[in-house]
């Protein structure tokens, strides 16, 4: 039978060359091609179509995320495996949105990687454990604080949390509000903090999730 065929994508060539070192090793799987950012990514699709794309979330300005909502317009019939380190809820969420078959973390052992691939030929999901654990207990637990959370926020921070949803810069709200990027910045880590997410990507998401995306600034 021919092998699953597999195209790598991340910024770090280091991470790249592991992830292939481990593909090497397992009989029914062959990496393709490889490629930096999810551009890239895309023009290598085109010229040669692969099973699977193993990607990870965030790199540099580029979002694996955008990858992965192109490729399931253009390209339906190729699988996506996300490998991050990122393990909020939030954003394994909005990955299984846009069409994710499997979310590893990197801090995932090797036989993770085999065990996500199988699945996605036999057509099925696979979420790492710490991750999915995370997943069960959102939805069986159904926590109900986020919104109360949100209505905690002042004025000055509901605004600057729609700028950030807005994908403005630090310097552009600082300028927008009249504020100096030290100020902006305080706010920004506020947030993450009353909110309880450790970086930007899981706060626009939480954001967006609760509706703010659409709401007037």
């Known amino acids: 039978m021919p092998k699953t065929t597999i195209l790598l994508v991340d910024d770090h060539v280091l991470v790249r060359a592991g992830i292939r070192s481990l593909i090497d090793q397992l009989d029914d799987y062959v990496v393709i091609a490889e490629a930096s950012e999810p551009d890239e990514a895309m023009r290598r699709v085109a010229r040669q179509i692969p099973d699977i ?3 990870d979330i965030t790199m540099g300005e580029h979002s694996g995320l955008d990858l992965i909502r192109v490729l399931k317009q253009q390209f339906p019939q190729v699988a996506t495996i996300i490998l991050s380190m990122h393990a909020s809820e939030e954003m394994v969420t909005e990955a299984l949105r846009q069409g994710a078959s499997a979310y590893l973390l990197k801090e995932s052992a090797p036989a993770e990687l085999e065990i996500a691939l199988n699945a996605i030929v036999r057509r099925t999901k696979y979420l790492s454990p710490a991750v999915s654990t995370k997943m069960i207990e959102r939805f069986v637990l159904a926590p109900t604080g986020e919104k109360k959370q949100f209505q905690l926020l002042t004025a000055r921070q509901l605004q600057i949390l729609k700028l950030i949803v807005a994908r403005k ?3 552009e709200i600082a300028f927008d509000l009249d504020l100096s990027e030290k100020t902006v910045a305080a ?9 309880g997410v450790r970086d930007v990507v899981s706060l626009v998401l939480l954001a967006v999730k609760n509706g703010l ?3 007037e600034g």
């Open 187 to 195: 706010h920004r880590s506020q947030l993450m903090e009353r909110l």
């Open 169 to 171: 810069s630090t310097k």
């Open 53 to 55: 794309v193993v990607t």
């Open 213 to 215: 995306a659409d709401a």
